[in-house]
């Protein structure tokens, strides 16, 4: 009988510690902000992943650019078969003399070759070298200023989503009681028929609509799982209280934004850099104009010695140390064109220079008033929402009093509906757009 007695108890121990238990589930599930999303794309996104191979390989062409300053030293050695040695003393249509040798012969040596003046082609190499690095180093900043805009859209369309989506079942919930008050007064003679089958009828239609955006709620997971480099069937539940507090933004002009942009933008200066890179080009070009001076040593150890006179089957050293000049004398007239080219690709490369600039002007400029137009929208949704929330209780009040008509209701709720839309859509327009402008500016 003592054991039948505390099964209640038991019972209540239980759901005592259910609450903690659940609360131990939810604090176990992450829940991720716009921040923490962005540190994990930077670290495992692809395409990051990419630009820093690129990188990588720009690093390796500058110190390969290096290495060609280092003297050129090589060792060599050959074996190898005499044929008889004929010397014609008479002409080649007398008797020769048959020079005796051995039949086999062999030599090993070394060549050292020290570049003193090339017009500073090797050094600019390594100029231009790091330039592209830069270069590169731009591109993946524009790279990462691209994937975290990309990863912005993607987080505040999942916010957006999931908010259309409370909205959605709340207002199938207040439907659902409302259909069912319908129900009651048409059944006590109060109401149409049709007032139930268009609230019938509007219920199908929040349930479609909430079907779509469940979907729409998939994708956005699955793109921001791509963009952070995870499984594309990972769980991901965003911080639906961050990114989206309207918080004091930085009290700057267009002006003081297209200042910031010339200095930082990531896109700007890679055209800036692309007229440094044009104008190296044309000075390494005209170096070809001026002559090579080099420092060279060999040493060889030949047998048998067959290259001087008297011949000699004894083993013999030679060397050689000196100073080399050349001077390419074609390079007179046919770098001609080639510098006249690189003049054009400097030019080319200005004239982008401008059209960047003006780009950028525009683009500052598009961003500065869409984010201006979007805290407007803020505010008027805000407005919207009050006005449409106090129609919806004056309508229903007056329909349940059989002075308005359903149809009536039903406008004023779904205009309710979409007020609470356009809020939400305005408030991730503001916070995107901010984040396009900082994206524009290289400040993201």
């Known amino acids: 009988m003592k054991r039948y007695q505390s099964i209640p108890i038991l019972g209540a121990m239980l759901l005592l510690l259910a609450p903690s238990v659940h609360a131990r589930d939810a604090a176990t599930t992450q829940t991720w902000s716009l921040e923490e999303i962005w540190k994990v794309a930077e670290t495992n996104n692809h395409q990051l992943k990419l630009s820093d191979l690129n990188l990588q390989q720009s690093n390796l062409e500058v110190l390969e650019a290096k290495d060609r300053l280092l003297p050129e030293l090589s060792i060599g050695g050959d074996a190898k078969l005499n044929t008889r040695f004929l010397l014609y003393d008479n002409g080649l249509f007398s008797s020769p003399q048959d020079i005796p040798i051995k039949g086999y012969g062999y030599g090993a040596g070394y060549n050292l070759n020290v570049n ?35 990863v912005a859209v993607a987080y505040f369309d999942l916010y957006k989503y999931l908010h259309f989506r409370d909205f959605l079942a709340a207002e199938m919930a207040t439907e659902q009681k409302q259909l069912s008050l319908i129900e009651s007064l048409h059944k ?5 028929k ?18 779509d955006i469940d979907k729409k709620i ?25 990114g989206l507090t309207l918080d004091a933004i930085t009290d700057a002009d267009y002006a003081g934004y297209l200042a910031i942009a010339l200095r930082q933008s990531p896109a700007y200066k890679i055209v800036n850099s692309d007229i440094r890179l ?7 070009i005209k170096a070809t104009l001026l002559p090579k001076v080099s420092f060279y040593a060999n040493y060889n150890y030949t047998y048998p010695q067959i290259s001087f006179y008297p011949y000699s089957n004894d083993l013999w050293g030679f060397g050689q140390t000196g100073i080399k000049v050349q001077f390419s004398v074609d390079n007179l007239y046919k770098s001609k064109h080639a510098i006249a ?23 500052v400029k598009e961003a500065y008033l869409q984010r201006q137009q979007a805290l407007e929208s803020v505010e008027t949704a805000e407005k919207n929402i009050v006005k449409t929330a106090e129609a919806v209780r004056v309508i229903r009040s007056s329909y349940l009093n059989q002075e308005s008509l359903l149809t009536d209701l039903l406008d004023a709720e779904n205009a309710l509906l979409e007020a609470k839309f356009n809020l939400t859509t305005a408030q991730t327009n503001f916070k995107l757009s901010h984040i396009q402008l900082l994206a524009i500016v290289g400040m993201l």
Request: charged share 30%.
């Open 218 to 242: 998939d994708i956005a997971i699955q793109r921001l799982n791509i963009l952070m480099g995870r499984d594309t069937n990972e769980e991901l539940e965003i911080d639906d209280g961050s």
């Open 341 to 363: 080219r690189a003049q054009v690709v400097n030019n080319q490369a200005k004239e982008k220079g401008d059209i960047k600039r003006d780009e950028i002007s525009l683009q």
């Open 188 to 192: 006590n003679g109060i109401v149409l």
């Open 194 to 211: 049709s007032d139930v089958l268009r609230t019938s009828v509007k219920l199908s239609q929040l349930a479609l609509s909430l079907s």
């Open 278 to 284: 044009s104008e190296m080009s044309i000075r390494q």
């Open 116 to 150: 003193l003046f090339n017009g500073g082609k090797d050094r600019r190499t390594i100029r231009i070298k790091q330039e592209e690095k830069t270069h590169k180093q731009y591109e993946a900043d524009l790279q990462m200023h691209s994937v975290k805009f990309n």
